[in-house]
């Protein structure tokens, strides 16, 4: 598979679990512009560490014909009220790695959600494939900010529909206690939604945090448009390829299927690490709170030696959730390597330096018979604040990253940066 230009279709969420974060300065995002030849220009950034503070969330609503299912709030540890009103929507992840839209066995039960008789989907997770429940028909409504409240309304109240008879996915899996704790439900809003919305991401939530802020906080300010609008202010525009690798033909499969759409892969990143580097496709994942590279890649770049094992010492380790996993939570090794190179629109390139990324291979059969293996995720660790540490409890690094804006545009194709201003 050359330089991994042919991947994607995952439905799988990743979650860094870690003790409270404790008081540090954060460190500032730096960059600097020099030219390469007569035309290209590239970008050096650094300040991003191993994983995001925080991951897009946003709240949907669930309608069958013209009812808007309601459930009651599920118990919280965390709410010191004891705020357990009656909810008429849920919280799920915006997550452009997911091929479809997920519920957690627990909210479709809360929320009445029905089941199509004996439907059955195998999807690939970050920890191999797993079988998910197909669910009946709904539409998913979101709160969409270029919808126009009419008389009466509270434009903060309104809910748009994004996709009509939409088929969840619906997990088998009962999730790690400590990983419900941190992410809570595993609900996901995919590509199905994302291809027709402009989805902008505001940092500034994530930035200046403080103890267990740091960890128990809403995540990024989220602000979805219609595909009709445009992103604004964008110092990086980069192009992204849509790839479709579900797996609509599993033998196994049975029933209706759920809701699928493609992924959008980044073309051609160049890794560097020392003297080597290695270029290939990496998947655009908003549900990975970091960074993954394949064993092939991490070979290529002298991390580990031909037999898999390691050239040299992890230099941190990182504790992973997600789909496939049966609801456990894994170890990555996890290293800092030179720099990531990406290409952007106008003869421009953009670097990041010393980027933090784990090593673990995500791999699937497709409806063909070949196996492929992601090369590359590029996490939110790369375009949110972040830190560095975590698995001990005690981050030694926060960071507030490098963007003022993130933009992704489903229906266009592509991923819009906005540098941070220089302070």
Not at 213 to 238: E, Y
Not at 245 to 263: E, Y
């Amino acid at each position: 598979m050359a330089a991994a230009r042919r991947l994607s279709r995952w439905t799988w969420h990743t979650i860094a679990l870690a003790a409270a974060l404790i008081a540090f300065a954060p460190l500032p995002a730096l960059a600097q512009e020099t030219s390469t030849g007569a035309k290209q220009r590239i970008t050096y950034l650094t300040g991003t560490e191993e994983v995001a503070l925080g991951q897009p969330r946003v709240q949907i609503q669930l309608r069958q014909g013209e009812r808007i299912l309601s459930a009651e709030a599920p118990f919280n540890p965390l709410d010191l009220e004891g705020d357990n009103r009656r909810q008429t929507s849920l919280t799920a992840y915006l997550d452009t790695g997911a091929s479809g839209c997920v519920l957690s066995a627990a909210a479709a039960d809360r929320f009445g959600v029905q089941r199509e008789p004996e439907a059955a989907f195998h999807e690939v997770g970050l920890h191999g494939a797993t079988l998910v429940d197909v669910a009946k028909p709904l539409d998913i409504l979101m709160q969409v900010s270029s919808s126009k409240p009419r008389k009466g309304e509270d434009a903060r109240d309104l809910f748009a529909p994004v996709l009509k008879a939409a088929r969840f996915q619906i997990s088998r899996e009962k999730p790690d206690p400590l990983l419900q704790l941190a992410g809570g439900e595993m609900n996901i809003v995919g590509m199905p939604v994302i291809r027709s919305l402009l989805v902008e991401i505001d940092p500034a939530p994530l930035r200046g945090l403080r103890g267990e802020t740091a960890l128990l906080n809403d995540g990024p300010r989220m602000v979805l448009h219609d595909k009709g609008s445009r992103m604004s202010n964008v110092d990086f525009t980069i192009s992204l390829e849509p790839i479709d690798f579900s797996r609509r033909k599993h033998p196994d499969n049975n029933g209706p299927l759920p809701s699928l759409a493609t992924n959008p892969v980044v073309p051609a990143v160049q890794s560097s690490a020392g003297s080597a580097s290695f270029t290939c496709d990496w998947l655009l994942d908003t549900g990975a709170a970091a960074s993954i590279i394949s064993t092939r890649h991490a070979t290529a770049l002298g991390l580990l030696n031909a037999d898999g094992t390691p050239a040299r010492p992890p230099d941190f380790t990182l504790p992973l959730g997600g789909v496939g996993g049966g609801g456990t939570v894994r170890s990555a090794p996890g290293y800092v390597i030179d720099g990531l190179r990406i290409k952007a629109r106008n003869d421009r390139l953009l670097e990041l330096r010393r980027v933090h990324i784990i090593v673990r291979d995500i791999s699937t059969t497709l409806d063909d018979g070949r196996t492929i293996t992601l090369d590359g995720v590029l996490g939110m660790n790369l375009l949110l604040p972040s830190a560095s540490g975590v698995t001990d409890g005690v981050p030694d690094k926060l960071s507030d990253g490098p963007f003022d804006r993130i933009w992704i545009d489903g229906g266009r194709n592509t991923l819009g940066l906005t540098l941070k201003a220089a302070r």
